[in-house]
């Protein structure tokens, strides 16, 4: 990929070749303080604003050397903020662009990323199974690494096809490879939290990127949540309803989305869920499902729902039995946040997941 068009490094910024082209620029940070450079900030601000709010980077491809130019200086803004959900965050959201983009690659732009950033032993096939094309052969011991990080079950190399010690892949599912290669590479260079002085224009980005991030940091509610699921740092209402509802009490709408929203946040897988809601008497597995997957952003808009604020809660009769820390939160997975680090001083936490552990674990694991 010697050569590169600034087009092709704007569009793959993480490629050598377009690291290359930023660093031959020899861009220093108070070089930035330079008006030519606005529009360069404020395309770096926008990316880490669009991960935050919409969990994607979008490919504004219209002025080359800005988009390529942003890219670093984004990352060095999230550095900067020093904030480990939104490390996660914008690491996902521009590894998201990334895979959006090479879905629409010829397979031979692929094949060369594959091989040639990641070193991976891949091979190009055109093979077709049950009806699906496979247009790639990648070595399982790459394969495993790569997809590591996937819980679902069609990652699972039992699920996969193999042949000759190579998984067969679609396009699709290569570019989603490449895509958790991305986030890898991104997350490793933002989450080195760094602190310096500023000159005055990187600050006011810096401002703008807090105030969007305070605004939204009840929305993305995950941050920082255990794997497992622990009913102990349930807060009081969310007990509550879950009581209600394996007593079999026929409980309102709002009790039940507060209740599925807080379950999908801290990671209760959704199988689970639907077997939680069998207790209810008026139970319809197939309207259940979908309305559980609903919340969980799996179906309709995309949208994954948190909890309602402890006001709204307040308001529908659901805030029962309050503690001490119910005074101090304001979001029922704030309280969870809380009572996790006092159940567990010094647990590493991590984002939920959906991989099938255990549900509700009536006594975490103390290792």
Known sequence: ????????????PFLQDAV??????????????????????DRAAERITEA???????AKLEDYMTELVSYPVASMLVSLKGESYLDRRYSL???????????KEDRKY???????EFNWDIKETLENYDGQNYTFQLYFSDYLHASDAFHEDKWKLVNRILRNGYVLLQQSEAARLIQGEVENQIRTRVSNHVKFQLPDPIKQR????????????????????????IREAFPPCIRYCLEGLLSGKRESHMERFALTSFLVNVGMPLESMVDLYVSVTDFDE??????????????GNKTRYTPPLCDTLRTHGI????????????????????????????????????????????????E
């Open 206 to 229: 810096l401002d703008l990127i807090e105030k969007v991030f305070d605004e939204n940091r009840t929305k993305l509610g995950a941050e920082d949540l255990p794997t497992e699921v």
């Open 93 to 103: 959201a521009e590894a998201v662009r990334i895979y959006l983009l090479l879905q």
């Open 52 to 58: 935050i709010v919409d969990g994607v980077v979008e």
């Open 1 to 12: 990929m010697s050569g590169m068009s600034e087009r092709e490094a704007a569009k793959y």
């Open 319 to 366: 805030c029962r039995n309050k503690d001490e820390v119910c005074e101090r939160v304001k979001h029922p997975l704030n309280y969870y946040r809380i009572k996790v680090r006092r159940l567990f001083p010094g647990k590493q936490t991590k984002a939920p997941s959906q991989n099938g552990e255990n549900p509700i674990s009536e006594k975490a694991n103390q």
């Open 20 to 41: 290359k082209l930023v660093d031959a620029l020899n861009i220093q940070i108070a070089d930035l303080s330079d008006p030519i450079y606005v529009k360069v900030l």
């Open 110 to 116: 692929l094949f060369q990323i594959a091989q040639k």
């Open 286 to 299: 197939a309207m259940t499902r979908y309305q559980i997957e609903h919340i969980a952003g799996l179906r």
